[in-house]
């Protein structure tokens, strides 16, 4: 009777702390002390699953062409500038096959082509032809007039709605082999170019890469690019001010902007199932704010049930969907969270769900950037996806598109970092394909303090950001990288660990790894953010995997500022501590009462039952710390429900995640763990943590496990539920 007696005082003392705050209403706390917040728990996951549509292809606008008029990369739109700058010269100037289209998405082919950039005052008179070296085609002849890119082909008329290029129909025959081939231009019997390309991946382009002078022989190679696909430079603005959020603390910030909208709403996402962005996108359709939704066709697992649903009346109330994906699709994945509102941009981590941006499950990053110059930009590259050959109407896709049950989801996580508005210098906005990788290699290049990383996970040892922040840490940058630990992830997450923390021992550098304890503040990592020096964060949807960054849509912004460089440095700190946290000195007074009615009692450490007996709850009363666990045994808790675990499913190791890109050795892509690897920063210390003219004692809670002694984690059980009612993908 005198244990429940003490039990009770205690566990009255701590909740009389811990609701004061709740109580006199303040949501939140700055980010300034967030390594010494308490713990929430955590809910179930959601997942989606990739279906993909396959069919016939819609016809190509022609301006579609011209979304990358000189190819991808620096060296393709050197090359492009170096034949326009030639021509007109009069002196050496020859025409160059510049760009080919072997394998369309059309049936049989048809519609390829070669495209010849024709010299000014040059024209092709005379016997010029294309030749594989086994069949040839004759060049029809284009007069001085009729000078620049020219585009020929078997088939003029389908190939004129795949290009803005003049197109000129072959004489004779010649198809382009799939498989690769070489290719030389002509003049009577003299070779004036020769172009070889490797197999033609189905719906994408080749762009010449260097070589203007006539060819020694070798054949000069270029650069595939999917047909219709941005290719756009970084784009970096002034911008002043922005607001940072994260997840799942502060899920009002989107649905407040896209409340103050006037004008217009473009909102791209890898899954869409959240009512309350939903109930906010029917009520700006409704007040006449145009808005327009792009998703990705075949999430991973397939499209839940629920999204059928919720989009179903969006479009019923006037908004404009349209899905992407297919065969021959210009991206692996519309994996990209972002929307347009008026002159705002909001970019986030997390997908338009419950459990990312609703709250429900995942940390993640989000900011709402006020720039016109980024919304402006985001925007345009919002209409060259929703506009691409590969997207369809949201109606003709439900008519064919299958789905998979939702499950129910659980309640909101109640908020404890709160969002904060703050100053940036500027902010570069990154895009996937197009530029992202060597921009974001660029800023882990130039570090010259710390590196912070925080992942679901990395593709490989191999994966170039990963080893440009080791060469970081090998030049005397700390660098810490924190990863999830949920179950879909956890044995490559630790074998990883373990390979960076043998590399750091036998290099000697300062960099340590380890994998996320939630403390029941969030359920896992689903944020994909960098910190550079405190003065850097990156925030975006782009994974750290050469699929995400190379065949993926995703969206990156890289945020330069001190405050804002804070903002997510401090987050990741707390993330880091697992959210250990420092009792108040008013609550400490009122435990020391509890502390001294507990001597009373006799007991320095009181048990309830007998060790094997009962239901093994303890209460730990020791110097220097007290230790509380309010968990139930773990056969009646309820669990997490992983069978779909992320929602994301390109962070796992699936087909949307495989590092089958050149560049990257299969010999550095992680292998399976034989055993488990005791997950760092689990066992909890028994030290105390001193400030300024006090000491604070440290109490930490956890989610896992039965009932332990102070020796062991412990959990709060806090809940905050969830406003609106959602259902879990799956």
């Not at 609701?19 to 179930?44: C, F, I, M, T």
């Amino acid at each position: 009777m005198r244990a429940r007696l003490v039990y009770g005082l205690v566990f009255l003392s701590l909740f009389a702390g811990l609701v004061g705050p709740v109580a006199s209403g303040e949501r939140g706390v700055p980010v300034d002390g967030l390594a010494n917040q308490l713990a929430h728990p955590s809910e179930s996951d959601d997942s989606s699953a990739r279906d993909r549509i396959t069919g016939p292809e819609p016809a190509v606008d022609p301006t579609e062409a011209d979304v990358c008029p000189d190819g991808p990369t620096g060296r393709t739109r050197a090359t492009a500038r170096e034949l326009e700058s030639a021509t007109g010269t009069g002196t050496g100037s020859e025409p160059r096959i510049v760009e080919l289209y072997p394998n369309p998405t059309t049936d049989g082919n048809v519609g390829e082509f070669v495209v010849v950039a024709v010299p000014d005052g040059g024209g092709l008179e005379g016997n010029w032809t294309l030749t594989d070296g086994h069949t040839s085609a004759r060049l029809p002849a284009v007069t001085e007039t009729q000078s620049g890119r020219v585009a020929f082909s078997l088939s003029p008329e389908e190939t004129a709605a795949m290009t803005s290029h003049p197109v000129r129909k072959l004489e004779d025959h010649l198809r382009l082999a799939a498989d690769g081939d070489e290719l030389d231009l002509r003049n009577g019997s003299g070779v004036v170019d020769r172009v070889s390309y490797d197999r033609a991946p189905e719906g994408e382009r080749w762009y010449r890469a260097g070589g203007t002078a006539p060819p020694d022989g070798n054949p000069v190679t270029g650069r595939w690019w999917p047909h219709g696909a941005t290719c756009l430079e970084a784009l970096t603005t002034d911008a002043e001010s922005a607001t940072a959020f994260t997840l799942p603390d502060a899920p009002d910030v989107p649905l407040e902007t896209f409340a103050a909208a006037d004008d217009r709403i473009a909102l791209a996402g890898y899954t869409f199932t959240s009512e309350a962005v939903a109930d906010e996108l029917r009520a700006a359709a409704a007040r006449g704010v145009e808005v327009e939704l792009l998703l990705e066709s075949g999430p991973v697992g397939g499209t839940p049930d629920r999204t059928a649903a919720v989009v179903d009346e969006l479009e019923d109330a006037g908004v404009s969907i349209r899905v992407l994906g297919g065969s021959g699709a210009r991206y692996r994945y519309q994996h990209a969270k972002y929307a347009v509102v008026d002159d705002r941009a909001i970019v986030t981590t997390e997908n338009w769900k419950p459990s990312g941006i609703g709250g429900t499950s995942s940390r993640g990053w989000g900011v709402v950037v006020d720039d016109a110059d980024v919304a402006a930009h985001l925007e345009s590259v919002f209409r060259a996806d929703f506009e691409g050959r590969d997207t369809t109407a949201w109606a003709d896709h439900r008519r064919a598109a299958t789905f998979v049950e939702t499950e129910p989801i659980g309640e909101r996580f109640a908020g404890r970092i709160d969002p904060e508005t703050v100053s940036i210098d500027s902010v570069d906005v990154l895009l996937a394909p197009d530029n992202a990788e060597p921009r974001l290699r660029e800023q882990l290049r130039a570090a010259e303090e710390s590196i912070l990383v925080k992942q679901v996970r990395i593709g490989s040892r191999n994966q170039p950001l990963l080893q440009e922040t080791l060469e970081a840490a090998r030049r005397g940058v700390e660098v810490r990288i924190l990863l999830d630990a949920s179950w879909y992830v956890e044995d490559g997450n630790r074998e990883l660990v373990r390979w960076l923390e043998r590399t750091a021992d036998e290099e000697d550098l300062p960099l340590e790894a380890r994998l996320v304890d939630p403390r029941n503040r969030f359920e896992k990592i689903h944020a994909k953010g960098v910190v550079i020096d405190r003065e850097t964060a990156v925030v975006g949807s782009a994974n750290w995997n050469n699929n995400s960054l190379r065949e993926n849509r995703e969206v990156v912004l890289v945020l330069h500022g001190d405050e804002v460089g804070s903002f997510y440095a401090d987050v990741f700190e707390a993330d880091w501590q697992g959210g250990s946290w420092s009792l108040p000195v008013g609550l400490l007074v009122v435990l020391a009462v509890t502390l001294v009615l507990a001597g009373l009692v006799g007991r320095r450490y009181v048990r309830f039952d007998e060790e094997g007996e009962g239901d093994g709850r303890t209460l730990g009363l020791e110097a220097g710390r007290v230790g509380f666990d309010f968990r139930s045994d773990p056969e009646s808790a309820s669990g997490l429900d992983h069978s779909d675990p992320d929602g994301d499913q390109n962070d796992l190791e699936t087909d949307a995640n495989v590092e089958s890109t050149a560049g990257e050795a299969d010999s550095g892509t992680l292998a399976e763990p034989e055993q488990e690897v005791e997950l760092e920063g689990e066992i909890e210390s028994e030290s105390e943590s001193e400030t300024e003219g006090e000491t604070e004692t440290e109490f930490e809670f956890v989610s896992t496990g039965e009932l332990a002694s102070s020796s062991e984690s412990e959990s709060g059980s806090e809940r905050e539920s969830e406003s609106e009612s959602e259902t879990k993908p799956d």
